[in-house]
């Protein structure tokens, strides 16, 4: 009898230790990325999310409404850009389309706390007549930056696809509030070619000098 305990004791201790051990593996797998359902002419009728876990739709990131007829759920793209506290931090992306000339991106830095995505980014939505990068920028922060360039349409002098002016910003981690915070945000003064120029706007790299400029301005007291 007792031998038969010590061996019912340890067959119940593997058990547990193959169920934590599986438990473990399943926390570190990637996460699902899902795109949504779309409609007989390829337009989205539901989100796409990213979730965590090997199967279901719970402990999902979604991508808010954007007050559209047709949500995010386009193109969704996932990818680690860095390491935030052991987690990783997951630079997420889904599309909105209309089938006009237009579409919508809406980007998400991800990380995990208490099992659940949370999402470090302010609103965040670019066209399609946009740019963006992640920088390395460690003269300011230990974490990647986000830097973004949309076009501002002037209606009464420019048609969609024009030279424009662009929205410059660009988003840091702030260590006080665990989130990413908008630390430059300004019009450029020159245009830039719209895409009835040029399949790839790029406008980043030219502006960097001045963002660079502004970011030292606003971190020096």
């Not at 000339?101 to 706390?113: D, K, Y």
């Amino acid at each position: 009898m007792i031998e038969g305990g010590k061996h019912t004791l340890l067959a119940g201790r593997l058990a547990i230790l193959l169920i934590l051990s599986s438990h473990a593996i399943h926390v570190g797998a990637q996460p699902r990325v899902l795109p949504g359902n779309v409609d007989a002419d390829g337009f989205p009728v539901s989100p796409a999310r990213i979730c965590l876990g090997a199967t279901g739709t719970a402990h999902c990131y979604i991508p808010p409404d954007n007050g559209k007829a047709s949500p995010f759920g386009l193109a969704p793209k996932a990818s680690t850009i860095a390491k935030l506290n052991s987690q990783d931090l997951t630079r997420f992306t889904a599309t909105f389309d209309g089938g006009g000339s237009g579409s919508l991106t809406n980007f998400a830095l991800l990380t995990v706390r208490n099992g659940e995505f949370v999402n470090l980014l302010p609103k965040v939505q670019l066209t399609n007549q946009s740019e963006y990068g992640v920088w390395s920028l460690p003269q300011f922060s230990n974490l990647p930056v986000l830097a973004t360039a949309d076009f501002v349409w002037d209606f009464d002098r420019e048609t969609h696809f024009a030279y424009h002016c662009y929205q410059i910003e660009l988003f840091g981690f702030d260590a006080t509030t665990g989130s990413y915070r908008r630390w430059v945000a300004y019009k450029s003064a020159k245009k830039y070619k719209g895409l009835d120029e040029t399949d790839v706007i790029h406008v980043l790299e030219p502006e960097k000098p001045t963002i660079l400029a502004k970011l030292q301005q606003r971190l020096t007291p």
